[in-house]
């Protein structure tokens, strides 16, 4: 019985999400119509993060809270991603463990510095990437593919080690034309429904597009890999990304392009001081 | 000619004045040849107009409220402003540079046609 009403639960909600995050998907991709400007536009925050908290409680009460203790799906990724950081994998015998100790237990807080700059790269390493270097450069692995179950369980799970610490990513120095590239991404219009990430998440964060409360960007980046029910599947925040590009009508790119590592910078800055919360689940 | 006669002619003349009257009335609604009811599927459609997602609108299940209240809104204008409704769908950035509101016409997302049924729809909202 508990089961049948928890399913029950989670087909409403699905069904509603369908309803709601179907908001301005098309089926027409569509390439921006509309120029871009350089400078970054002024928009005026609709409300601050306490008050779009009111609204969301009002709005969905503990629809989430009850979502949330029923279990996230994504932790079944958990034991997986330590399995795979103590697995033995490529030519030089190695695992992730061989470095960073037994379950790599010595990255604990690594994630809350990341994305960061990196030298060798002259661009934006992201947890993924990171992971994919590694397996390149110190194991003689082959890189895990983007979004792959394997990819997103090592990368949850070493995050998941810096759970409840607060971020701090750096963007001095070298990193900061990459801030600045994330940023204007975040502020440009594109698409053919010509919005910015910002026009929803800062500008009209609180209000509804239809059944859909738009978030404010906070606590944006401090969740992810996480379960979405939308996707009934575990993914990342540059998935997410490209799901808003997509209801954008917007041109998309790769994981991990630079664009998608230069912006998750941006965002992930914005969050310096949220507390890391790995696996989010979300609607 | 009977009384009868006159009566009967006055009474053509009235029906014929009438029918006058009422095409030269329509002629602006002609000239725009909106459809209403076409109007209505393309504002509701996700794939079309799907301006609720933004703006209130009669009969819809859970509509936006990123925009204003489109029946209120409705109410400030007339038939002569009929370009200026018009414009607000085709491209709202003449009115304001930093809306929200999608560019319909200059974006392509709705044809010409499209647009004007989308208009003739929201002056059916307008309170007599």
């Known amino acids: ?283 | 000619m009977s009384v009868m006669d006159t009566a009967r002619t006055k009474g053509h003349l009235l029906w014929a004045g009438a029918a006058i009257f009422f095409m030269v009335a329509a002629i602006p609604v002609w000239a725009h040849a909106g459809n209403a009811k076409e109007g209505r599927k393309i504002v509701i459609t996700k794939k079309l107009g799907n301006c609720i997602a933004c703006h209130y609108l009669p009969n819809v299940e859970s509509p936006g409220n990123i925009g204003p209240n489109l029946v209120k809104a409705m109410q400030a204008y007339s038939m002569a402003d009929r370009a200026d409704v018009t414009q607000w769908v085709r491209d709202a950035r003449k009115f304001n540079p930093h809306t929200i509101m999608p560019p319909f016409g200059a974006n392509k997302i709705l044809t010409p046609q499209q647009i004007d049924d989308a208009v003739a729809y929201l002056y059916t909202l307008k309170k007599q």
């Open chain 1, 1 to 283: 019985m508990y089961r049948l009403v928890t399913f029950l639960k989670m087909f409403v909600l699905t069904a509603a999400v369908g309803l709601v995050f179907g908001t301005f998907g098309s089926g027409t991709p569509a390439q921006a119509a509309t120029k871009s400007s350089a400078t970054i536009e002024q928009l005026t925050p609709s409300m601050s993060y306490a008050e779009y908290k009111k609204r969301y409680e009002k709005y969905y009460g503990d629809a989430t809270a009850q979502m949330a203790e029923e279990g996230n799906p994504a932790d079944f990724l958990l034991d997986d991603g330590k399995d795979l950081a103590n697995k033995v994998v490529g030519s030089k015998g190695k695992s992730c463990a061989s470095c960073h100790g037994k379950d790599a237990v010595k990255l604990k807080g690594a994630a809350t510095t990341f994305p960061r700059y990196d030298a060798a790269l002259k661009g934006i390493m992201t947890f993924p990437l990171q992971i994919n270097t590694c397996r390149e450069r110190q194991m003689g692995a082959k890189p895990l593919k983007y979004e792959s179950y394997d990819q997103l369980a090592l990368t949850m799970y070493i995050k998941s080690l810096s759970n409840g610490m607060p971020i701090r990513v750096s963007i001095d120095g070298l990193a900061q034309p990459f801030y600045k590239k994330g940023e204007a991404t975040y502020y440009r219009r594109q698409g053919q429904l010509n919005f910015s990430c910002a026009i929803c998440h800062v500008q009209y964060a609180g209000y509804k597009a239809r059944a859909n409360l738009i978030s404010n960007n906070k606590h944006h980046a401090d969740h992810w890999p996480g379960y979405r029910l939308k996707w009934n599947k575990t993914g990342s925040l540059q998935r997410r990304f490209r799901g808003c590009l997509k209801n954008m009508r917007a041109k998309r790119k790769p994981y991990e392009s630079a664009e998608y590592r230069d912006l998750e910078l941006y965002l992930t800055y914005i969050n310096n001081g949220d507390l890391i919360q790995v696996p989010g689940m979300r609607m």
